[in-house]
């Protein structure tokens, strides 16, 4: 994608323009632009990457970090981060940016405008259907974070779809979303066949495929059946699993060293999803945009040493615990463990060196020459281990022990781990602990671990740990939502949980 992306999306869209506060019930203006756009397939490839520009913006964002309530940290400075892993959000307030879906729904209005409109271009039959399958995917995945992330709202299906709206079920949402997918997976091509307008061939894995769909409908499914209780959908997960799992296309890198040193930075073939970056477009985010900004000084970050005082860390005691000693993930993900770990406490802190992120850029000139600029790294929204874990989740659900232990076992085995063995107790808690292993600081991924399987108060802290089944139903394991929800819209309602603190 060119940086000229980001110019047409706002030129050409001028005329769907309006303020966050009011996204819902700001009637949209047509103008000459809007009626004289839509031609060619030049206009409606520019439309699309147009609406990556805005997907990668705010799915790239460090907000989404802010909004993960389950991340495998012993320490956070951020205080209000800090707390909200015992669910304690006390540190924010109804105009705390963590908690507006403002920018999710800019993606929806932007990929309705393309799905109402694709129609009046020339296109041949297999590009409508490329850019059709984009446009239908990215709002899908979109509404797929809405619903984990909030719960009910509002369900805007249309670049007309105005006025005041109050909040739908999740589920119907889901409904919808499972819709959106399917269709997705009908009218893409798979990742080998995509082709821009030209005809050249795309290795950028932001754009969506056939593969990408499939991944993203297995977690809905897994979501309706396990967060949802609604345990008929397993089946339906486990069959779009598979075929990503048995798509050529992709495939698991050798070992955990190469997760760190090719998935990570991205465009591997073990990369299903991710959201793309470049340094030499201009495309890039500052390094404290990544997790890694955060997490990782020493070895990777210049100018540090062991003793670099760290503001976010995992301690020794907790990767000694959750690695075994012949785990390669322990010596790839955490520099020297074993040796560090022998250290001082005044210099190491008592915990782990962060290494996943291995390539970081650095200013060459300037007055920040030699400092940190950005890392050669996508953001991995979903890579196959994950899926074939979640499908291990899944066939353990459905008592498929056999295929759920395959499925656990190949990434163990790639970890240099033992194969699972009944002694070790429930093969599902097995299966979710080798989840955070392998997965571990993705955002948002063992969140919502917990909550799929409800499992929150179990392995989270603080106040997750005393939950009634009445508090989950009441909404506490979703964000409460902020004061522009409510904005010119006296339907929207507080979710239940969060009425009192959160009061509008």
Known sequence: MKKIILFLIISCFSFIQMSCDDFLTQEPETSATNINFWKTEQDVESAVYGLHTVFRDAIGSYTQYYRDRGILLDYLSLAKWNK?????????????????????????????????????????????????????????????????????????????????KGRTPWKEIASFIINDLVKAVQLLPSVDQLRDSKGNIITNKQIPCKGIANATLAHAYAWLAGFGKEPMYYTKGIEAATAVINDPNYGLVVNPEEVCTKVMRGNSKESIFEITYSELLGEYKSYAGYIAGAIQRWPIQPNTTPATKRNYRINNTTVANLYSKNDLRRTAYFK?????????????????YVQIWRYPIIFNDGNKKGQMKTYDANEIIFRLADIILLRAEMKAATNDLSGAKSDLNIIRQRAGVDDYTPEEGDLRIAIQLERDKELIFQCLVRYFDNMRNHTYNKNLKGNFLTLSEQDVLNGALFLPLPKVAFNNNPAMKQTVYWQIQFRI
Do not use: C, H
Not at 103 to 130: C, G, M
């Open 84 to 164: 909200s892993q015992s669910n304690d959000l006390s540190g924010y307030t109804t105009s705390s940016p963590e908690l507006s879906w403002a920018n999710e729904y800019k993606i929806i209005a932007q990929a309705n405008l393309i799905i109402d409109n694709i129609d009046r271009a020339n296109l041949s039959q297999d590009r409508y259907n490329f850019y059709l399958g984009q446009a239908l995917y990215l709002r899908a995945y979109t509404y797929f974070q809405i619903i984990r992330l909030w719960g009910d709202a509002p369900l805007v299906i249309s670049s007309n779809d105005i006025g005041q």
């Open 336 to 352: 020297d463990f074993e040796q560090m770990a022998e250290e001082s406490s005044a210099i190491t802190q008592d915990a782990a």
